[in-house]
T-cell receptor, first 113, second 116 residues
Framework: DAGVTQSPTHLIKTRGQQVTLRCSPK?????VSWYQQALGQGPQFIFQ???????QRGNFPDRFSGHQFPNYSSELNVNALLLGDSALYLC????????????FGNGTRLTVT | GDSVTQMEGPVTLSEEAFLTINCTYT??????LFWYVQYPGEGLQLLLK?????DKGSNKGFEATYRKETTSFHLEKGSVQVSDSAVYFC???????????????FGQGTILTVHP
């Protein structure tokens, strides 16, 4: 049973570019959340998707957007990249009705130069 | 808003030493509390949780007690092993809130290194 898978594992982009990160949730999970973890910091909540809709959002600008597909997989898009967007981006999945059981992927390391 | 504060790190211990990592929180509701562990190159794994005051979460020899009066959730282990070396995150979530949907608020993390 595959857990949460994220791609790519590493990515290098230039300031001003756009990036798309992908996440496949654990089998049976229907809810996907995204977190940003800057170096030496704890993860910060970006947003959560359920039933293909963004239903909760953290304190992140509109440059951060996402999507959830009918198969529950998800994408995180970041436009107009800034140096400060360099971080580990974590995807977490869960099953609605069992919010205690959150499973994290290994993350995508984004470096903006 | 909600926040979590962890003790400053890093923490370096010898094998079989006693471990305490302090965690305090601020929350407007009645949060559930968690400890997550992150091994090098891996994602976060849930270590233990407690959902109401005075609950004790435990797993793999680690334990933490939900103390509402002191708003704390300190992590302890009686005898650490080299394999416990990792980053430990305290977190909270207002899982019972009507609009929380399980969002986690994390502390800044504590790096633990255990030497043989």
């Amino acid at each position: 049973d595959a857990g949460v898978t994220q791609s790519p594992t590493h990515l290098i982009k230039t300031r001003g570019q756009q990036v798309t990160l992908r996440c496949s949730p654990k089998s049976g999970h229907d809810t996907v959340s995204w977190y940003q973890q800057a170096l030496g910091q704890g993860p910060q909540f970006i947003f959560q998707y359920y039933e293909e809709e963004e239903r909760q959002r953290g304190n992140f600008p509109d440059r951060f957007s996402g999507h959830q597909f009918p198969n529950y997989s998800s994408e995180l898009n970041v436009n107009a990249l800034l140096l400060g967007d360099s971080a580990l981006y974590l995807c977490a999945s869960s099953l609605e009705g069992n919010r205690f059981s959150l499973h994290f992927g290994n993350g995508t390391r984004l470096t903006v130069t | 808003g909600d926040s979590v504060t962890q003790m400053e790190g890093p923490v370096t211990l010898s094998e079989e030493a006693f471990l305490t990592i302090n965690c305090t929180y601020t929350a407007t509701g009645y949060p559930s509390l968690f400890w997550y562990v992150q091994y090098p190159g891996e994602g976060l794994q849930l270590l233990l949780k407690a959902t109401k005051a005075d609950d004790k979460g435990s797993n793999k020899g680690f334990e933490a007690t939900y103390r509402k009066e002191t708003t704390s959730f300190h992590l302890e282990k009686g005898s650490v092993q080299v394999s416990d070396s990792a980053v430990y995150f305290c977190a909270l979530s207002d899982l019972m809130g009507s609009t929380s949907y399980g969002k986690l608020t994390f502390g800044q993390g504590t790096i633990l290194t255990v030497h043989p």
